[in-house]
């Protein structure tokens, strides 16, 4: 198994109350480079105990990079990163943090149940097996080699293995991939549950929905850079744009377009969607000139439109 930061006896005494005067997560003028690229460029971000926080961004935004230094498993160039006031090796070697990586190796030739018992004999301070399995919903493969495990099993494995320590902060990377929408849903539930004790959680992800529905706060980056910080709401309300949709029967596209506010129209799926800047103009317009027009919605930006529009016009080359 590759190494990973949640491995390592600790002779630190049980961890339930982290130290609270202290941010979760404090990153200040972080730098990361590797030859010529920046990928992490000045970074500064702040997260409180008991905040749920997903970081979004293209490839090549930073991400892992970031995650990396936060766990102890590279360095800054320049700048500091603590994990609730300590270095984050030495948190990690207290047992605060527990991480799910979505490539992080598994034990082959071995039984969930047999890595399960390996990896808990690692930590001074454990949850039970017990109580792993069950969070994790492992009970129905336990006796499956690793290596004949599906994608979702995987995850739900590695997710079993980032909070065997009880750790107060988890870091989790595509938690979800491979999951199925009914595991997918479940695993949120198993995780809203896990930390509603006040445990911190920092999760990247490529699903938005997943974001927009479970995150307290959004990070966005770009190019190493931090773009975008706030809640989902705040996030999507960088996208002034709405969309009007109306049934697609009787209407005509050329006359929408000419619509007050209406920069884009078009029909998809039996539906109109008129893109417009101010959503009252053009349905008091649209009302008066069509009234024959039906099954009106009125539809807010969606956060991959935020996404999309904060990322899109970041610069190529940062050298």
């Given amino acids: 198994m590759a190494p990973s930061p949640t491995i390592g006896r600790s002779t630190a005494p049980p961890t339930d109350q982290p130290p609270t005067t202290s941010p979760a997560i404090l990153l200040e003028g972080l730098h990361k480079a ?42 800054p160039d320049r700048g500091r990163a603590e994990v609730f006031g300590r270095p984050p090796r030495t948190a990690v070697r207290d047992g605060l943090v527990g ?56 995850q739900r494995l590695r997710y079993a293995l980032a909070i065997m320590a009880d750790p107060q902060l988890l870091i989790l990377d595509e938690p979800t991939v491979g999951m199925d929408v009914e595991i997918r849903r479940a695993f949120w539930a198993s995780m809203r549950e896990f930390i509603s004790g006040g445990r911190t959680v920092l999760f990247a992800t490529h699903y938005l929905d997943e974001a927009d529905a479970e995150a307290d706060r959004i990070v966005v980056l770009a190019r190493g850079r931090l773009i975008a910080d706030g809640t989902p709401s705040t996030i999507k309300s960088r996208v002034a744009d709405r969309t009007v949709t109306m049934a697609a029967h009787g209407v005509d596209l050329t006359e929408l377009r000419r619509l007050p506010a209406v920069i884009a129209a078009e029909s998809t799926g039996g539906r109109v969607m008129l893109r417009t800047t101010d959503s009252d103009s053009t349905l008091r317009a649209l009302v008066a000139e069509h009234p024959g027009a039906t099954d009106i919605e009125i539809v807010s930006a969606s956060l991959e439109d935020a996404f999309l529009t904060l990322t899109h016009d970041q610069p190529e080359d940062l050298t």
């Fill in 99 to 154: 991480v799910m990586l979505q490539g992080g190796a598994l034990l082959h030739e071995a039984t969930v149940k047999d890595v399960l018992a390996l990896m808990h004999g690692l930590h001074a301070h454990p949850l039970t097996l017990d109580e792993v399995i069950e969070r994790a919903d492992l009970s129905t493969f336990l006796k499956t080699k690793t290596e004949k495990l599906s994608g979702g099993q995987a």
């Fill in 34 to 75: 590797y030859g010529s690229v920046r990928a992490v460029d000045g970074l500064d971000l702040a997260i409180a105990a008991g905040e749920i926080v997903a970081v979004l961004g293209p490839n090549g935004a930073g991400k892992s990079t970031t995650t990396e230094m936060i766990t102890g498993l590279t360095d």
